[in-house]
């Protein structure tokens, strides 16, 4: 684990703990065995850590789903899977969530916001081709549904925020739960009332894959590591980006290598997508 990656992570740990305000810069290097010095090699601030520590685990979540879904053997599996996931990263990140929602919602800076629309927007269009394919019958019905089902997640996350000590979930259960009910909606539903016009779910996921994006990743993935195999792996896939004849199959081979490393999801995910592109 690279230095920087285990400041981000102990601080995480840090402030789910003992909450952000109380958490000092010294309790963080001394938690992590390292000098003040070596914490502003890494994160100017504090300030600079805590965006650092939500664009890290936005980026983590983004791609734990996609990864999920696309795991699932069928629609309804990978609708299962949705959830599954959803709920279960809530429930293991729950105490530092509510900590950041609590204190620190005025350190979103307008590129991180910026950030999180777009990653909310590739959130959007996986549903939305899951429900097609779950549901083609009920096309008509798609834009309804992805926002009962984000209905749904936001409903029962704040129920687990509130409740998760007095009443511990089953997530199997909630999730098979979900599917059902998503399942007699998109059946049963007679009168569609959200159209394509009134959603935008396709406009902004191509602001997510661009070479500039996927090239400033890769500055950001390179502080992260510290394997000489993973650094020299990223330089190859930037190099062969850049290419005037980039070769799938030397990219491929890098993107193996740093599959290997969850830190590297975002920056293989974004990279994948601009080669099927």
Same mark, same amino acid.
């Given at each position: 684990?690279?230095?920087?990656?285990?400041?981000?992570?102990?601080?995480?740990?840090?402030?789910?703990?003992?909450?952000?305000?109380?958490? $000092?810069? @010294?309790? =963080?290097? +001394?938690?992590?065995? %390292?000098? &003040? /010095?070596?914490?502003?090699?890494?994160?100017?601030?504090?300030?600079?850590?805590?965006?650092?520590?939500?664009?890290?685990?936005?980026?983590?979540?983004?791609?734990?789903?996609?990864?999920?879904?696309?795991?699932?053997?069928?629609?309804?599996?990978?609708?299962?899977?949705?959830?599954?996931?959803?709920?279960?990263?809530?429930?293991?990140?729950?105490?530092?969530?509510?900590?950041?929602?609590?204190?620190?919602?005025?350190?979103?800076?307008?590129?991180?916001?910026?950030?999180?629309?777009?990653?909310?927007?590739?959130?959007?269009?996986?549903?939305?081709?899951?429900?097609?394919?779950?549901?083609?019958? $009920?096309? @008509?019905? =798609?834009? +309804?549904?992805?926002? %009962?089902? &984000? /209905?749904?997640?936001?409903?029962?996350?704040?129920?687990?925020?509130?409740?998760?000590?007095?009443?511990?979930?089953?997530?199997?259960?909630?999730?098979?739960?979900?599917?059902?009910?998503?399942?007699?909606?998109?059946?049963?539903?007679?009168?569609?009332?959200?159209?394509?016009?009134?959603?935008?779910?396709?406009?902004?996921?191509?602001?997510?894959?661009?070479?500039?994006?996927?090239?400033?990743?890769?500055?950001?993935?390179?502080?992260?590591?510290?394997?000489?195999?993973?650094?020299?792996?990223?330089?190859?896939?930037?190099?062969?980006?850049?290419?005037?004849?980039?070769?799938?199959?030397?990219?491929?081979?890098?993107?193996?290598?740093?599959?290997?490393?969850?830190?590297?999801?975002?920056?293989?995910?974004?990279?994948?997508?601009?080669?099927?592109?």
């Amino acid at each position: 684990m690279s230095k920087k990656q285990l400041i981000l992570e102990t601080a995480a740990q840090l402030f789910a703990t003992k909450g952000i305000d109380a958490t $000092s810069v @010294q309790q =963080i290097t +001394d938690a992590c065995g %390292i000098s &003040k /010095g070596a914490f502003y090699l890494s994160f100017k601030s504090k300030d600079e850590l805590i965006i650092s520590i939500i664009d890290y685990f936005v980026k983590d979540v983004a791609t734990r789903i996609d990864q999920s879904v696309n795991e699932g053997k069928s629609p309804e599996q990978k609708l299962y899977n949705y959830y599954y996931q959803i709920f279960s990263i809530i429930q293991e990140h729950i105490t530092l969530a509510s900590v950041f929602f609590k204190e620190h919602t005025q350190f979103l800076s307008e590129e991180l916001i910026q950030k999180m629309a777009l990653y909310d927007t590739m959130m959007n269009k996986l549903i939305e081709n899951l429900l097609l394919e779950l549901y083609p019958q $009920s096309a @008509q019905h =798609i834009y +309804d549904l992805a926002i %009962i089902i &984000k /209905g749904f997640i936001s409903g029962y996350s704040e129920h687990m925020f509130q409740k998760a000590n007095a009443y511990p979930y089953d997530l199997q259960a909630l999730s098979k739960s979900l599917v059902e009910k998503t399942t007699i909606i998109a059946t049963h539903a007679k009168t569609p009332f959200i159209t394509k016009e009134m959603i935008t779910l396709h406009s902004t996921e191509e602001a997510l894959i661009t070479l500039e994006n996927i090239l400033q990743e890769a500055n950001i993935l390179h502080s992260y590591l510290d394997d000489g195999l993973l650094q020299d792996s990223v330089t190859i896939i930037t190099e062969q980006l850049q290419s005037s004849q980039p070769r799938a199959a030397i990219m491929h081979g890098m993107l193996a290598n740093l599959q290997t490393n969850p830190v590297c999801n975002w920056f293989c995910y974004l990279v994948k997508k601009h080669i099927e592109n």
